[in-house]
């Protein structure tokens, strides 16, 4: 039954012989699609579960003290990194590092107002302008470390490597400053994996510059940092979520809240609702069209950087959930009662039997080598790839 | 030649009896003269007229020609002219007279352009030396010790560096001499020579000499002093016997090759030497630390000794320095004039003239040298990269360079490193990439670096292009891809305002007037695939084949359909003429048309027919249900129809149709059997054929009028008070009349909507096939599945219409809080799907959502509850076609460039000759741009 067989050869508009093979859809979405679903009956009255949301949410954001901390924390590293970019003439042993520093930025939660509390973690990316070696990283922590503390001597600062050298962690008692190293795009294709870090670790931290600046431009609406802890916290409570990670979040709260057809911000109900419907539906589910990356070129979908089993497990997770949603199960989820338990175990709500989900995922079977004819139509035709390109 | 010129300045001054007696210097010229002389040349003649001024130098002018290369030979020339003016000058003669006679000058200048030096000397012979405006004159010298470092001081501001000239010419005669001389250094770049050098320099310029150079032998012969002082190594020795040994030494003999052989500074390009020691070091601390060295200080107390003159210890650059002439009038050469560049102190000793050389023809080399002399004081980098290794008591006892992996001791060595070519390429490459490194100074290893690079480039530019031209096609190719889409869609566009709601395929094939519905519309589909079907759809439309019912299936529903049909109308005029026996058969015609009423507006046509007359009871009868729909599957065997009264059906009627019906369907099809049942409790009656297929008609009566009331239930108080008492059961009326409406709807909007029939029918047959969908009722689901498809907003192929509707189950469109399914076909808002309990929307969602995970990951016959479909076998043919058309490609290649265009032609032809491969191949090619 290929296309050649069941082509209309009469009338009507004919299409060329060049097909393409996989176009990715996206999944269905009630939000998309409300007028065609018009409503039977009065939606349900939700502003309890709001009201939880609402709680939630604020218990997970950070306190003003840790806030004032971790901002100290940060001004204080920014200016000494500041300081050796200025002025690279004030080093002594470190001649060198200072003058390798181009850039250093703020990224991540602290940067888009999203942490949470009891996580008073800033991260900052040092571009360098040198390629990275694990001792250059070494250095500059001890440089910036030896400058906070001449300083103010009688803070007590700890200085930690991150594990894979992908940069060192400066923390005071409240308050931990993560620098996250990289280097110019330039150098990314000299390095050696013997002497320097992970490409990958450097990409990602280069990427991590690109999504503030993302997030700043376009994701500033409070609600969705309100849905980002949410989610956040959802993903830190529940098994299944763990493959998604802090950007795929990000964009997932900002599709669902700002992706809608009268562009206006959907309520943090409507919206935490829709995100577990998005995933249910199998938003991150090969085949899918999913979420493309606005910082990378090239059209990639995000959740392609989870494993097939990944996409299958969130899928799941999510949809279990979701039923568990709907039937009333919102403080569960949330973590006001309750365990994660329900994403994994069979429930009971209001008499409905609520049971969760096996996964569907199988590991291809192994085909014979001689095969490879079909194996390799078998990859044409399979939407399944975790990357695309 | 240089040489010969000096050895010639080296006779005069031996000449002079300079006191020096010891001088070993006197001693090479005559050496070399003799073994030049053996190359006797042409240019002998030319000299002869210099030489015949100052017998003594004839000599000179004949060795002079042994200098091979013509091009040397002009510098050369033009020097030992002068050598021989010089010595002529030396010669306590009136050496002005001498150069006063211009007939010597042209003698030998035979358009040369060293020519010009001629002239000069002339003037120089006349102590002006005016000639050229950047030398200096520098005052002769007058004892050889004394006044040494003024000469030197002269000599340093001097920009020519004429030094050794100045120190070789050590009497008060020279006077006259060394203006001379220095004009002869001011030209071709030539350095030097002194005691050692004259092999020395030969050789440079011969490249590594083949005349053997036996000059040295004479000069080992030492005179006995009470010192017995060798100046070739810088020692003295304790006797003469010791000396002598000391000559035959393995040492000595090394360091005389070695002077022979010449300073190697060019490997390194600038480098520090001291004159001294003779010790040539390749940077300023190594100089440094050289001076501070033990060595040194015995060299320099032994000169003390000896009363030599001590040079400062600043360091003389070896390597030379680069000058342009200027090219006055009086200048010698034209062309570049290089001088030795020391830049320092002269030394007064002869050993210190020997380190100088000037490598000729070598400016770049120079140029680099200049640099690299100007980093040698930079920054020492990568300071963090050098590991200070204790011992147990903490103190440094070695570092570790972790760049270059090598070690040191002494903290100056480590300075060193920092600073060291070696280190900083290290550094370079594995810090820091913009470091500035020099380049390699090497003139040959440059090259051939450099030769290596640009090859590297080459290679990697032609990479480049490669790949660039490799995005660029696929850019293109991707380019074209969306444009061909965005005009199918266009195209499908303008299709659809044409022809509202149709498929793009042929348009619909349904005219209005159309007496009824197609039996089974959309028998598979022949719509178009947008795209050529995956898997998923692949397994969808074998799925779908699979429970398609089979033709004589069809044909047997088909058959006691239409008799039924036929006979119901039969029964229809039968009572209307016992009724109202007036009415003839004008009536049936209108109750066929009557399947299309009510399409438009059942309950207001009625209402007029009514008014036509005494009503017939049986207004018409309608296919409803599967059958309208057109969702009969394989094994169906039952199928409805609704007969539409003029009034409230009642029990009487229904009994009267019953009993009238067997004997009307035996005139319609008197050769079948048909068993006939009342069910009243259903208000129907069971049509069954008696044969081996058991197809059941059900026939279920039913009125308008029961639902006018219903919606008017206010007014209707008084009509329902009318109704006759045995009224058949109201709901199933009612719900025969919303079957009755479903159909219509069913008509007008699923069975426009691409791939939408075919996923109701797959949903019918797992709403059977699985206990948990069983209570999904079929109205409910063909409701949602064309929502579920309509709002996709664009066409989807049978497989993406079947995974979409389980994502939208999935998201929990049955799940309570939804919007729910409103009912198009109730006037009051109702949800189709409102018979399902909590449990089971709970069951069928989580069902939907297992199966939608099932089709992401490629198991879409365990959905479907089929055996998975493995590629389609005519594929490989598509592929192969390719291989071949890429194998003859390759044989292609061979012959031409243009292998490409044949590629291409080629291609087309094959698509062109079998349209089913194709698809398959160019979508290969398509998948291969990925």
Redesign the interface.
């Known amino acids: 039954?290929?296309?050649?067989?069941?082509?209309?050869m009469?009338?009507?508009?004919h299409?060329?012989?060049?097909?393409?093979?996989?176009?990715p859809?996206l999944?269905?979405?009630?939000v998309?699609?409300?007028?065609?679903?018009?409503?039977?009956?009065a939606?349900?009255d939700e502003s309890a579960f709001t009201q939880a949301l609402l709680k939630r949410n604020a218990d997970l954001s950070p306190t003003p003290a840790e806030q004032a901390a971790v901002l100290n924390l940060v001004t204080k590293i920014q200016a000494v990194m500041d300081n050796l970019i200025v002025d690279p003439g004030n080093f002594d042993?470190?001649?060198?590092?200072s003058q390798?520093i181009e850039e250093v930025r703020q990224v991540g939660s602290y940067k888009k107002g999203t942490m949470m509390t009891g996580h008073n973690v800033a991260d900052i990316v040092v571009i360098l302008?040198?390629?990275p070696?694990k001792?250059?990283v070494e250095?500059l922590g001890k440089k910036v470390c030896d400058d906070l503390r001449a300083q103010e001597p009688q803070e007590v600062l700890v200085l930690t490597m991150l594990p894979n050298d992908r940069g060192f962690e400066i923390s005071n008692s409240e308050a931990t400053v993560r620098v996250l190293v990289t280097t110019i795009h330039q150098?990314l294709r000299?390095l050696?994996p013997e002497?320097?870090l992970d490409q990958k670790i450097l990409q990602s931290h280069l990427a991590a510059i690109r999504h503030s600046r993302w997030f700043e431009e376009n994701a500033h609406h409070s609600t969705i940092k309100v849905l980002i802890r949410l989610l956040r916290d959802l993903r830190g409570r529940f098994e299944g979520f763990e493959p998604l990670s802090p950007w795929m979040l990000d964009l997932l709260a900002h599709y669902a809240i700002l992706n809608n057809p009268s562009r206006q911000a959907l309520p943090i109900n409507s919206a935490f609702?829709r995100c577990l419907?998005?995933l249910?539906?199998?938003l991150f589910?090969?085949?899918?069209a999913g979420i493309s990356d606005p910082c990378e070129g090239g059209n990639i979908r995000v959740h392609t950087a989870m494993t097939?089993e990944q996409?299958?497990l969130v899928?799941?997770t999510a949809?279990t959930l979701?039923?568990v949603l709907?039937?009333g199960g919102y403080k569960q989820i949330l973590g006001l009662e309750g365990n994660s338990s329900i994403a994994s175990e069979m429930s009971v709500w209001?008499?409905?039997?609520?049971?969760a989900?096996?996964?569907?995922?199988?590991k291809p079977p192994e085909r014979p080598p001689q095969d490879d004819?079909?194996d390799n139509?078998?990859a044409?035709?399979?939407?399944?790839e975790t990357t695309?390109? | 030649m240089y040489w010969s010129g000096l050895s010639a300045a080296a006779n005069a001054a031996a000449a002079y009896q300079t006191g020096q007696t010891g001088y070993p210097v006197g001693h090479t010229p005559t050496g070399t003269y003799t073994t030049q002389r053996a190359a006797g040349s042409t240019y002998d003649t030319g000299y002869q007229t210099a030489a015949a001024a100052a017998a003594t130098h004839s000599t000179a002018a004949g060795t002079y020609p042994s200098a091979a290369a013509s091009a040397t030979y002009d510098y050369g020339y033009g020097r030992t002219t002068q050598t021989a003016a010089a010595a002529a000058a030396a010669a306590y003669d009136s050496s002005k007279t001498y150069y006063a006679q211009p007939s010597t000058a042209t003698a030998y200048t035979g358009a040369d352009t060293h020519y010009h030096n001629k002239t000069a000397y002339t003037n120089a012979g006349a102590y002006t030396t005016t000639s050229r405006q950047t030398t200096p004159v520098v005052t002769p010298k007058t004892s050889y010790t004394s006044t040494y470092p003024g000469a030197a001081a002269a000599a340093a501001t001097a920009t020519y560096n004429t030094s050794p000239y100045a120190v070789q010419t050590t009497t008060a005669n020279k006077a006259t001499a060394l203006p001379v001389y220095m004009q002869q250094t001011s030209q071709p770049a030539t350095a030097v020579a002194a005691v050692k050098t004259p092999g020395n320099t030969w050789q440079t310029f011969k490249k590594q000499g083949t005349v053997p150079n036996k000059t040295q032998k004479p000069k080992a012969p030492p005179k006995p002093q009470q010192l017995h002082y060798c100046d070739v190594c810088k020692i003295s020795c304790a006797g003469p016997q010791t000396y002598r040994e000391h000559l035959e030494g393995q040492k000595h003999k090394k360091k005389e090759a070695a002077a022979k052989a010449g300073p190697t500074p060019s490997r390194h390009g600038a480098s520090l030497r001291c004159e001294l020691c003779d010790v040539t070091c390749t940077g300023a601390d190594a100089y440094a630390a050289h001076i501070r060295g033990a060595k040194h200080q015995k060299v320099v107390k032994l000169h003390q000794k000896l009363g030599k003159p001590i040079p400062s210890t600043d360091p003389v650059v070896v390597g030379g320095t680069t000058k342009t002439s200027t090219t006055t009038a009086g200048t010698a050469v034209g062309a570049k004039t290089t001088t030795s560049g020391t830049t320092a102190a002269p030394t007064g000793t002869l050993a210190a003239t020997t380190t100088t050389t000037t490598s000729d023809g070598k400016k770049d080399d120079l140029k680099e040298d200049l640099l690299d002399l100007k980093e040698k004081d930079v920054?020492p980098?990568?300071?963090?990269?050098i590991e200070e290794i204790k011992n147990e008591e903490g103190k440094v006892i070695s570092f570790n360079c972790?760049l270059c992996e090598c070690r040191f001791n002494d903290p100056n060595a480590k300075e060193m490193h920092m600073k060291g070519r070696r280190h900083r390429l290290q550094y370079k490459k594995?810090?820091?990439?913009?470091l500035v490194v020099e380049v390699k100074p090497s003139l040959r290893q440059r090259k051939l670096q450099e030769e290596k690079l640009r090859r590297q480039q080459l290679r990697e530019e032609m990479w480049r292009r490669r790949e660039e031209e490799r995005l660029l096609e696929e850019e293109e190719r991707w380019y074209w891809?969306e444009r061909?889409?965005y005009e199918?869609e266009c195209?499908?566009l303008d299709?659809c305002r044409r022809y509202p709601r149709g498929p793009?395929?042929?348009?619909p094939m349904m005219p209005p007037g159309m007496p009824r519905p197609p039996f089974m519309p959309g028998m598979p589909p022949?719509m178009?695939?947008?795209?050529?079907?995956?898997?998923d759809?692949?397994h969808v439309?074998?799925k779908h084949a699979e429970i398609y019912p089979k033709e004589e299936e069809l044909g047997a529903i088909q058959k006691i359909v239409s008799n039924t049909e036929k006979a119901l109308k039969m029964v229809s005029d039968y009572l209307a003429e016992v009724d109202a026996p007036k009415e003839q058969h004008i009536k049936p015609k209108a109750k066929k048309e009557k399947e299309e009423v009510p399409k438009d507006d059942d309950d207001k046509k009625d209402g007029d027919k009514k008014e036509d007359g005494p009503p017939r009871m049986l207004k018409g009868v309608m296919r409803v249900g599967i059958l309208a729909k057109g969702l009969l599957l394989r094994g169906d065997a039952s199928v409805q129809l609704v007969v539409l009264c003029g009034d409230k059906p009642t029990r009487t009627l229904l009994d009267r149709v019953a009993d009238n019906l067997p004997k009307q369907l035996a005139v319609v099809a008197p050769e079948d059997k048909y068993d006939i049942q009342r069910v009243v409790e259903e208000a129907a009656l069971v049509v069954q054929n008696i044969g081996e297929q058991r197809i059941s008609v059900n026939v279920t009566l039913t009125s308008p009028i029961m639902r006018e009331q219903l919606l008017h239930d206010g007014d209707s108080q008084v009509t329902a008070v009318k109704d006759p008492p045995d009224v058949l059961d109201k709901q199933k009326c009612l719900d025969a009349l919303a079957a009755l409406r479903h159909a219509k709807w069913f008509q007008a909007r699923a069975n426009g909507l691409q791939s939408c029939v075919m996923v109701i029918r797959i949903l019918r047959d797992l709403c059977q096939r699985v206990p948990t969908w069983g209570p999904l009722n079929s109205w409910a689901m063909e409701l949602m599945c064309e929502?579920?498809i309509?709002?996709?907003?664009?066409h989807?192929s049978p497989g993406?219409a079947l995974?979409?509707v389980f994502?939208?189950l999935?998201?929990?469109?049955l799940?309570?809080?939804?919007?729910?399914?409103?009912d198009p076909c109730e006037k009051d808002?109702?949800?189709a799907a409102s018979p399902l309990s909590?449990?089971e929307r709970?069951d069928i969602?989580?069902s939907a959502?297992?199966a939608?995970?099932?089709?992401?990951?490629?198991?879409i016959h365990k959905v479907l509850g089929m055996d998975p479909i493995?590629?389609?076998k005519?594929?490989?043919g598509g592929?192969f076609t390719r291989k071949r058309r890429r194998d003859n490609s390759t044989g292609e290649g061979n012959d031409s460039e243009g292998g490409d265009g044949k590629k291409d032609k080629k291609e087309d032809e094959d698509?062109k000759m079998d349209?089913?491969?194709?698809?398959?191949s160019?979508?290969?090619?398509?998948?291969e741009g990925?």
């Open positions: 039954m290929r296309g050649g067989m069941i082509r209309p009469g009338p009507g508009p299409f060329g012989p060049k097909m393409k093979q996989f176009v859809r999944p269905f979405d009630m998309l699609c409300e007028s065609a679903f018009p409503r039977v009956k939606a349900p042993a470190c001649s060198s590092i390798q302008k040198t390629l070696t001792e250059a250095a150098n000299k050696d002497l320097h609702r419907q998005l249910a539906a199998g589910l090969p085949g899918s097939l996409q299958d899928c799941l949809q979701l039923r709907s039937h209001d008499g409905v039997v609520v049971s989900l096996e996964k569907a995922y199988e004819d079909t139509m078998d044409d035709d399979d939407p399944m695309d390109n | 920054e980098v990568g300071q963090e990269y972790k594995k810090v820091n990439p913009e891809e061909r889409r199918e195209e499908y299709w793009p395929g042929p348009p022949m178009p695939m947008r795209r050529p079907d995956s898997s759809d692949r439309l074998a929502k579920v309509a709002s996709a907003g664009q989807l993406d995974r979409r994502e939208a999935a998201s929990g469109l799940l309570p809080g939804s919007p729910g399914l409103l808002p109702i949800d909590a449990q709970e969602t989580a959502q297992h939608l995970r099932l089709i992401a990951f490629r198991q493995p590629p389609p005519f594929q490989r592929r698509s349209m089913d491969k194709d698809t398959n160019s979508k290969h090619l398509m998948v990925h």
